[in-house]
């Protein structure tokens, strides 16, 4: 856990005096510079908004509760987000007091190879990813956990997001006894 705690040190660091990676492979180290690090993929439509707040959400806390665990997000279409971070999703976690360097540096789209890393693959909102998983990866879509957590033509940030941060955070406590 230390080398973990350290490596997000050293990120974050980089971050501070402007580094930014070039491609999400500049990115995948944290997890991978730490043996026995698990991680949970959160997938939504344009990588934009709820599954870069379910990211930094659970790196947070996995990182306060010591567990061996990190978190990334895809989107299943990022060509239908117009910029690289919601201003809800910002605005959230500026609240809650996260850094925003616990999630991604930019969107990102889904590649099976995300998929076949993460340990837990959660889309967030069956009825809007399921389609998407069942054309692009039509043999991963009975290995992905959906939830249902509405996007912004359907539920207002402040309805969407404490659902999501409930749902996060029941998640972190599974993984939490699992890891006992």
Known sequence: MEKLKQAL????EKARHGFRPESDEAWTPLASTVS????VLFICTGNYYRSRFAEALFNHNAIEAELPWRAFSRGVAIHLASSDLSPYTREALEARGIDLRMTGPTRAP????DLRRAKRRIALKRTE????IEEQFPDW????????????DVAPPDEALPLLEQAVLRLLREIQRENV
């Open 141 to 152: 879509n009975d290995r992905v956990e959906y939830w249902e957590i509405h996007d912004l």
């Open 129 to 132: 990813h399921e389609r998407y």
């Open 110 to 113: 889904l590649q099976e190879e």
């Open 36 to 39: 026995g690090t698990s991680e």
């Open 9 to 12: 040190r050293d990120l974050w």
